[in-house]
């Protein structure tokens, strides 16, 4: 069974950035899916943010962080990481990890989550 682990949040003053990392164990096909991060806010549904292939190819963003943040993944260390620049309230959330991501689509187990909270 896949399971994900993410770590990084924390309170951040908008402008500000933070970095989120998310290690994936257990069975795992790389090449069957590619490992993403959502995120859900107080009241509201789950939305992706962003999905990448492992062999760092197929890079996906949802509308709202397009050119702030940055997916990256590391096979070595089977870890993804999301780069958050220039932070918004708006982006206060729990930001989840899923390993297997289809599209936009979660396919996987969730983990704890990490919070993100950003002060204006």
């Known amino acids: 069974q896949v399971q994900v682990a993410e770590s990084g949040g924390g309170l951040v003053q908008a402008g500000g950035s933070l970095k989120l990392s998310c290690e994936v164990s257990?069975?795992?096909?790389?090449?069957?899916?590619?490992p993403g991060w959502f995120r859900q806010a107080p009241g509201k549904e789950r939305e992706f943010v962003a999905s990448?292939?492992?062999?760092?190819?197929?890079?996906l963003y949802g509308s709202s962080v397009n050119g702030r943040f940055t997916i990256s993944v590391d096979n070595t260390k089977n870890t993804v990481y999301l780069q958050m620049s220039t932070l918004e309230p708006e982006d206060t959330a729990v930001y989840y990890c899923?390993?297997?991501?289809?599209?936009?689509?979660?396919?996987?187990?969730w983990g704890q989550g990490t919070q993100v909270t950003v002060s204006s």
């Open positions: 899923n390993a297997q991501v289809l599209g936009d689509y979660p396919y996987g187990s």
């Open positions: 990448r292939a492992w062999d760092g190819g197929n890079v």
């Open positions: 257990g069975h795992y096909i790389f090449s069957s899916y590619s």
